[in-house]
């Protein structure tokens, strides 16, 4: 369904996406590991069409999304649910107007459908009862919560999540997790998650994707994946830090002769 192939991408002199390629199928979970400013999030910004790739492309059911025409491209973005991990949310209105937001806007449903989709997004991800509340009243995991109600208003056949659990506490993390579970068996959608957190990738991923310096490193099956002979997986999965996660990156031609990045500090840096 979303198929990613030889992307690249690259930013003034920085590389950023180094020939990525990785498919996702019908009703999967795709989740993608990888330390910070590896290009996960800028991966996921070209499958909702936002980057145009410099070479490779993405293409969602069999149609490449840096060629669609603005129409098209609209059409696709209304079938995409995207959370960021700054859920945000607009401040002013409830949590009921936040969710029915894309609806009243890109719908023809009168306000009580409207009010009735919100409810049943409400209570997919727990939160009946909630819609008067304003953002400023909600705890970060129930802000989370109403990011995916959000989301999933317009009933899109593909979710993006963009680190959903970072910053949340292990309980809290469990409880998105189960979400994201649920949604998937609601409603059959197809989904990328990006995370650093190890036990919510186990928990939800059909398949494990890790992203390394600008490359695919790894898709494989969770248990698959557990064993992959890559040390960087190896490393990144014990959390440790010798090896070869942190070790300089590859020679500066890599980077058009302008000095090296500096390597992430860490595989679980925010
Ligand atoms: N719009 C942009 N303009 C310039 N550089 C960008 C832009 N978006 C991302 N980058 C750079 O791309 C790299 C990867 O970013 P990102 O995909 O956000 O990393 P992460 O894997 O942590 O999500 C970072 O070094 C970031 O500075
Ligand atoms: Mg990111």
Redesign the pocket.
């Known amino acids: 369904m979303i198929e990613v192939v030889g992307l690249r991408k690259s930013?003034g002199p920085?590389q950023?996406l180094r020939g990525v390629s990785l498919s996702v199928e019908d009703g999967e979970s795709l989740v993608v590991l990888?330390g910070?400013?590896?290009?996960?999030?800028?991966?996921l910004k070209h499958v909702m069409g936002l980057f145009k790739p410099d070479s490779g492309h993405v293409s969602v059911d069999g149609k490449v999304v840096d060629q669609l025409s603005r129409d098209e491209l609209f059409e696709l973005r209304k079938s995409i649910g995207m959370c960021f991990q700054d859920a945000a949310l607009f401040d002013s209105m409830t949590v009921a107007e936040n969710i029915g937001f894309a609806l009243t806007r890109h719908t023809d449903l009168n306000p009580t459908q409207i009010r009735a989709r919100v409810e049943e997004c409400l209570h997919l991800v727990g939160l009946v009862g909630g819609g008067e509340l304003k953002p400023s009243e909600l705890s970060g995991g129930m802000k989370r919560r109403v990011g995916f109600a959000r989301a999933i208003a317009l009933k899109p056949r593909i979710l993006l999540f963009d680190e959903p659990t970072t910053g949340l506490d292990p309980v809290m993390t469990d409880v998105i997790g189960n979400i994201i579970l649920d949604l998937k068996a609601e409603l059959g959608v197809t989904s990328i998650t990006?995370t650093h957190d190890l036990k919510s990738a186990f928990q939800i991923a059909d398949r494990i994707a890790m992203l390394f310096r600008g490359e695919c490193i790894a898709l494989e099956h969770p248990e698959a994946f557990k064993t992959h002979p890559n040390p960087v997986v190896q490393q990144f999965l014990k959390g440790e830090a010798e090896g070869p996660f942190l070790q300089d990156p590859p020679p500066l031609h890599h980077y058009h002769g302008q000095p090296a990045p500096p390597a992430p500090r860490s595989a679980h840096e925010a």
């Open positions: 930013f920085k950023v990888g910070s400013g590896t290009g996960k999030s800028v991966l990006i």
